[in-house]
């Protein structure tokens, strides 16, 4: 399964323009979809109808609240090579205000900047798997007409709150309805999946600095999404729709206590997106292989002497078995922001720390 997924080196990632018209709302579905793996309380959907979730157990030892103005820095080292990893919150509201001095500090020390993968691409022509997947989940009518009439007002109410028409969601599995609706909501209440990170790239390239970043192949989680059962989806879509209902409050609060530091307060907001796209067959696979990456692309930056800055989705950084937890069993020093403030303040630091 992971070799589906593999690419063969990290590339700086470059806008794809492979999008048929016809594919758009689907293909845009699946790459918000796939951005949101990368991504708080857990969201009341029904545990039996869901895989089990790659980042719900967290090392609680590095969930911790900065010290330093602005968003929580780990850093891991080995000899005289440092890398700088700023955690990112997987969906926050475009524009989010954030105190850059310290990041600006280890931008402008390192020599590369490792970011999450940006470059999502679909290749129907070359996975026919995919161009199927697409077909069955494509309807002629909308996802709202012959359910129940209670099921269908709701939807209709949540589409309409969004300012959408009922024949934007023609499809047929209520996991793609629903991953379309949450997209919609996104949109209505502009929210994103791509920053800071979008603008961490622009700052670093503005500074001359190397970025390593992936780029994957949508396709086969494309055609993965048609076989998702079907409980799994109603579960995802009754989740989705009480997101609509209820706003965008918790997810600008957990924005707002990243941007300070708060890392607990940043990992509270709802995580009906990740829990959604999770239970399709190929996620599981896509998660671990991202953190592989992320991971590989640490490692390789601490085999030489230097200083790299890395931005990772807060989850997959924090989870048992996701990047931070990596690179400690390997043997790599991981330090916590209270690490890193208890080191300053017994002197041992560098031209890079923020006390020095």
């Not at 309807?139 to 109410?157: I, M, N, V, Y």
């Not at 399709?280 to 200083?307: C, E, N, Y």
Request: include cysteine.
């Amino acid at each position: 399964m992971l070799a589906r997924f593999r690419n063969r080196r990290p590339t700086v990632c470059r806008a794809s323009r492979e999008r048929p018209g016809a594919l758009r709302p689907l293909v845009a579905l699946g790459v918000a979809a796939t951005v949101a793996l990368t991504l708080g309380r857990p969201v009341p959907l029904a545990a039996q109808d869901l895989p089990p979730d790659p980042d719900e157990a967290l090392v609680e030892e590095l969930v911790v609240t900065a010290r330093y103005p602005g968003p929580a820095f780990w850093r891991i080292t080995r000899g005289e090579a440092r890398v700088w990893v700023l955690g990112v919150p997987s969906l926050a509201p475009k524009r989010q205000e954030w105190n850059r001095q310290l990041f600006g500090r280890y931008l402008a020390a390192s020599d590369r900047v490792i970011l999450p993968f940006n470059g999502l691409r679909v290749r129907l022509a070359g996975s026919p798997a995919a161009a199927v997947g697409y077909l069955r989940l494509r309807s002629l009518r909308p996802f709202e007409a012959g359910r129940a009439p209670a099921d269908q007002a709701r939807f209709a109410a949540a589409r309409e709150r969004l300012g959408q028409p009922a024949g934007r969601y023609a499809v047929s599995h209520p996991l793609a309805a629903g991953l379309m609706l949450h997209n919609d909501w996104m949109e209505a209440n502009a929210l994103t999946t791509t920053d800071p990170a979008k603008l961490i790239r622009l700052l670093a390239r503005e500074q001359g600095k190397a970025t390593v970043q992936r780029t994957y192949d949508l396709g086969p989680l494309l055609a993965d999404l048609a076989q998702t059962p079907r409980a799994a989806g109603e579960a995802c879509l009754a989740a989705v729709l009480d997101e609509v209902e209820e706003g965008a409050g918790a997810v600008r609060e957990a924005s707002r206590a990243w941007a300070r530091g708060d890392v607990a307060g940043a990992l509270a907001a709802e995580r009906t997106w990740e829990r959604c796209i999770a239970a399709t067959p190929g996620a599981q696979a896509f998660d671990a292989r991202f953190k592989s990456d992320m991971t590989s692309d640490i490692r390789a930056a601490l085999a030489r002497p230097g200083v790299a800055l890395a931005v990772v989705p807060l989850r997959p950084l924090l989870s048992e078995g996701g990047v931070l937890d990596r690179l400690r069993r390997e043997g790599f020093t991981v330090e916590t922001p209270d690490d890193i403030r208890a080191a300053d303040e017994a002197g041992v630091a560098d031209a890079t720390d923020p006390g020095s």
